[in-house]
DNA sequence: GCTGCATGCGTTTTT
DNA sequence: CGCATGCAGC
């Protein structure tokens, strides 16, 4: 890659604190990537020493396939390229015990969080939201409070129960081995602060830290950084406060301010050439990016074409938005002779993918759906998640409560409170309490063998998993508690019950693609669960050979991401800016929303509206989204917004359709 | 203890 | 509209 003068200078400043301020497209991934290179092949480090990170799973596995390009596979596999949680999960494994965890700790994902607080809201007859509830908790863990803490500073009703709740909280995660989300990040700087010896060992390890996307940090993860570097490491972080998204994680943009009290040898350098966009899109984005206050000067230019007028088309409903878009990506694919990959469909919120999905698949496009959680939220990947935390962490009891009469095994309610209220006097977890003897206290006859049989399966299997071949495991599992009848059985038609068990394979399927590691040797169970809970895991297809797929994603999912051809969707109001943003009055985060959505593309802009929008069942008018308005009207051109009817526009798309199927029957 | 139906509820974004 | 929870009936 050939850099201009202020990549190369960001490049060969190896050794001290870094600060490259670069805006949108102006090859900051590039720049990560070449850093890497010349600090391996120019500085001789070793590829352990060099920690790079990122805030999700996609941006790190593109990093990685870049520089696999540059490197080969060899030494990008001693590199330590993760997300923040990845990292916070290395350190927390290596030593759990000053963290007060044990080997094969649970990883706690938002809906477990949840599905706890919602029991202990029960429990505590608390008031308060199980939603509300865990955003306190979470932003008193981001700040390092301890429950006593946040306690005593409790300054109103609301405040107290939620304090309460929270000691509740983190007692049942210590005593079920279990840790969230935000104690990925949390634990490993307490530990990192309090132990000389694991903080000598990371320190030692560490001698250069980059960190991507660096707006979005929140003050635990900037702890983090502060203590992996603080050695001999030196740091190099790449942000634009214009692309700061995540202030709902606790993410300061003026981090990118205070980072220099911190390290007052920083040396900033700005990158303000776009590569990636044309001319009018960049102005586009820039007009409306333009509204925002701004911590940094900068601006922004390119010497790339004028490029064609940014797209407008107004739709009459969400259906008829996803068939233009879907009926536009099938011509545009046959008339420039493009790949389906080269089109991406941007939304702001996952549910919107929905009308797409559907009118590519009638439209027999091929599509690939990024992020979107919705696979982990079905009760059967859950359910079976939950079986495999079970052997690798007996006492996650939330794993325990999930499966422990799926499929039925006649523990019902009545024995579970029982069974609950003896384990918590014993303040032990629900599978320890089932061998202790005094259990025959509260239960007895037929619910106590129930219990004490699910029990001694359930160790006889984590024993198997233990000794290896962990994916006849994960089969045996699910073949002897017949759970494919259970699924079919307990769905309501026999096309549910085909989605759960296709589902289930799916699931299967993936475990059995991660069983393999890089280094083609096995990896533990363990290992595997960890990555199921952070979503983490390898790309469905190799590098070489990408699928040719139009790619669905949210705004905050494409950041960091370039597309030659993208469709940003429902620019309404109260979709961007979203609803919520606009009553809370914060409508720069949105903006900025809008303005990573936009400098996305690189060739092609398309933007979409709706008159009229089904929500919830009814339908109701749509206003167009206020960023709409700032874009410069001599770069853009509106289609369909000729009165209530969109016959001109569909006439036009129609034809056009049609002629793109000839051509595809005459090829045929 | 389980199944079925009705009602009522709700949708930001990610690890 | 689609899902989850709750209640009534078996």
């Not at 997300?83 to 094969?104: D, Q, W």
């Not at 000691?167 to 000389?196: A, G, H, M």
């Not at 203590?227 to 942000?239: C, E, I, P, R, S």
């Not at 990573?596 to 989204?625: D, F, H, I, K, N």
Request: hydrophobic share 35%; glycine share 6%; proline share 4%.
């Amino acid at each position: 890659m050939a850099l201009n003068p202020q990549q190369l200078a960001a490049v060969k400043h190896t050794d001290t604190p870094l600060l490259v301020l670069a805006g949108a497209g102006s090859g900051k991934t590039g720049v990560i990537t070449e850093k890497i290179a010349y600090l391996i092949e120019k500085k001789q480090y070793q590829p352990r020493s060099i920690v790079a990170v990122t805030f999700t799973n996609k941006a790190a596995q593109e990093m990685k396939s870049r520089l696999s390009k540059k490197l080969g596979k060899d030494v990008v596999r001693q590199l330590s390229v993760s997300t923040f949680h990845r990292l916070g999960l290395n350190i927390l494994r290596e030593s759990p015990e000053p963290a007060g965890l044990r080997k094969g700790f649970t990883i706690l994902d938002q809906s477990d969080a949840i599905s706890i607080l919602k029991e202990l809201i029960r429990e505590q007859n608390c008031p308060l939201e199980e939603r509300t509830a865990q955003h306190m908790i979470s932003t008193w863990k981001s700040a390092f409070l301890t429950p006593e803490q946040a306690l005593a500073a409790a300054d109103s009703d609301q405040a107290t129960s939620g304090a309460l709740l929270f000691r509740d909280y983190e007692q049942w995660l210590r005593s079920c081995n279990s840790v969230d989300f935000d104690d990925l990040i949390n634990l490993p700087v307490q530990i990192l602060k309090t132990d000389p010896q694991v903080r000598e060992q990371w320190q030692g390890r560490v001698r250069h830290l980059l960190v991507d996307e660096y707006q979005d940090t929140n003050v635990a993860q900037y702890s983090l950084m502060q203590l992996l570097m603080d050695k001999f490491g030196a740091l190099t972080v790449v942000g634009d406060d214009d692309q700061s998204i995540y202030s709902w994680r606790g993410a300061r943009p003026d981090g990118l301010i205070t980072l220099k009290d911190d390290y007052p040898n920083l040396r900033v350098i700005k990158l303000e050439q776009n590569y990636r966009s044309s001319q009018r899109i960049l102005r586009a984005a820039n007009a409306v990016i333009s509204h925002n206050p701004h911590l940094f000067e900068k601006k922004l230019w390119s010497d790339l074409a004028i490029g064609d007028e940014l797209c407008i088309s107004v739709c009459r409903h969400g259906l008829d938005e996803a068939d233009w878009v879907a009926g536009q990506i099938l011509m545009r694919q046959y008339q420039k002779k493009c790949n389906f990959s080269d089109f991406t469909i941007l939304y702001r919120s996952n549910f919107q993918s929905r009308h797409f999905e559907k009118a590519l698949r009638e439209k027999n496009i091929p599509y690939q759906i990024t992020g979107g959680s919705s696979f982990f939220d079905k009760a059967e990947v859950k359910d079976m998640l939950a079986y495999l935390k079970l052997l690798v962490n007996p006492d996650d009891d939330t794993a325990f409560i999930r499966v422990v009469n799926t499929p039925r095994r006649e523990i019902g309610p009545n024995t579970m409170m029982k069974l609950g209220e003896y384990a918590r006097s014993r303040s032990t977890s629900l599978f320890s309490a089932s061998h202790e003897m005094g259990l025959e206290t509260v239960l007895s006859g037929k619910p106590l063998a129930r219990v004490q049989s699910f029990v001694s399966w359930l160790t006889l299997q984590g024993d198997n998993a233990e000794r290896g071949d962990a994916m006849a495991v994960v089969q045996g599992v699910f073949d002897d508690i017949h759970y494919r009848d259970w699924l079919e059985t307990t769905a309501d038609t026999p096309k549910q019950a085909e989605k759960m068990l296709a589902s289930m394979d799916e699931l299967l399927e993936w475990i059995g693609r991660m069983m393999v590691d890089e280094d083609q040797k096995d990896r533990s169970l363990a290992e595997i669960v960890n990555r199921l809970s952070l979503h983490d895991m390898l790309s469905r297809q190799d590098d070489d050979k990408p699928l040719n797929a139009v790619n669905l994603l949210t705004l905050h999912a494409a950041k960091g991401l370039e597309f030659p051809h993208v469709y940003m969707v429902g620019m309404e109001e109260e979709m961007l800016p979203h609803k919520n943003s606009i009553e809370d009055e914060d409508i720069e985060e949105e903006r900025r929303l809008c303005y990573v959505g936009m400098t996305r593309a690189r060739y092609s802009l398309t933007l979409t509206r709706c008159r009229s929008r089904q929500r919830y069942g009814e339908s109701s008018l749509s206003e167009p989204s206020r960023f709409l308005a700032d874009l410069p009207p001599e770069d853009v051109v509106t289609i369909g917004d000729v009165g209530e009817n969109n016959e001109e526009r569909d006439r036009q798309a129609g034809t056009d359709a049609l002629a793109s199927l000839r051509e595809m029957l005459s090829r045929a």
